[in-house]
């Protein structure tokens, strides 16, 4: 099993759709969890932090359920700028900061 | 404003030769830095922690002699990619870590193209 799997996409999607992507990771002792955001040809950066009570931020939620190993983002409202590839990351067991394990993404085209 | 930054942002090179590629800490001192590359359609993965003052640290299946770390200062730390061939071509993307935020932020990575 890979460490973090996500659905490669891509998503399709019209302008204020809503859009759900999903994750699992394998290691059962992680202890962070995020999402970030990928555009083409550039770096990743920050899109939230996932906590275990689940938060929210704007038209964006992300979900964490331990029991399953299992991370979700929900996109409201979709826009044209959310098109971008998402990233699932998750720590190392017993890793510093820079210990992260990233997914391969999951592809998103908003259109008009 | 950009935390971090990269020099240069695209390196086309010969096989055989070696490139540099400079990443620096803008905002804030930083005792460690991280490497990562991505080849296409691939996750990032990281390579070696860079830490000031002392050797770098590598991932399994990282040759250390291949990518050398050289983490002289606070703000600075350089990859030198030694004797490149058409397989290393990736995008290289360092990272530093803000500790208060809880946050690791990304330099804007440097595409590297060996022929």
């Known amino acids: 099993r890979k460490e973090v799997e996500q659905d490669p996409g891509p998503f399709n999607v019209p302008e204020g759709a809503t859009v759900a992507f999903n994750c699992t990771y394998s290691?059962?002792?992680?202890?962070?969890f995020f999402w970030y955001r990928q555009d083409c040809r550039k770096e990743p950066k920050l899109l939230m932090s996932?906590?275990?009570s689940g938060n929210e931020d704007g038209r964006f939620t992300a979900q964490l359920n331990r029991a399953s190993q299992y991370i979700s983002l929900l996109i409201r409202d979709s826009k044209l700028s959310d098109s971008a590839t998402y990233l699932c990351v998750v720590n190392k067991l017993g890793g510093s900061q820079g210990n992260l394990i990233f997914g391969k993404g999951t592809k998103l085209s908003v259109k008009p | 404003g950009a935390v971090v930054s990269q020099h240069p942002s695209r390196v086309i090179c010969k096989s055989g030769t070696s490139v540099k590629i400079e990443c620096r800490s803008l905002d804030f001192q930083a005792t460690t830095m991280f490497w990562y590359r991505q080849f296409p359609k691939q996750s990032l993965m990281l390579m070696a922690t860079s830490n000031e003052g002392s050797k770098a640290t590598y991932e399994q299946g990282v040759e250390k002699d291949k990518f050398l770390i050289n983490h002289a200062s606070l703000t600075l730390s350089t990859l030198t990619v030694t004797s490149a061939h058409p397989e290393d071509s990736s995008f290289y993307i360092c990272?530093?870590?803000?500790?208060?935020?809880?946050?690791?932020?990304f330099g804007p990575g440097t595409r590297l193209t060996v022929l």
């Open positions: 990272s530093v870590v803000q500790r208060s935020y809880n946050e690791q932020f």
């Open positions: 996932v906590y275990s």
């Open positions: 290691n059962s002792a992680s202890q962070s």
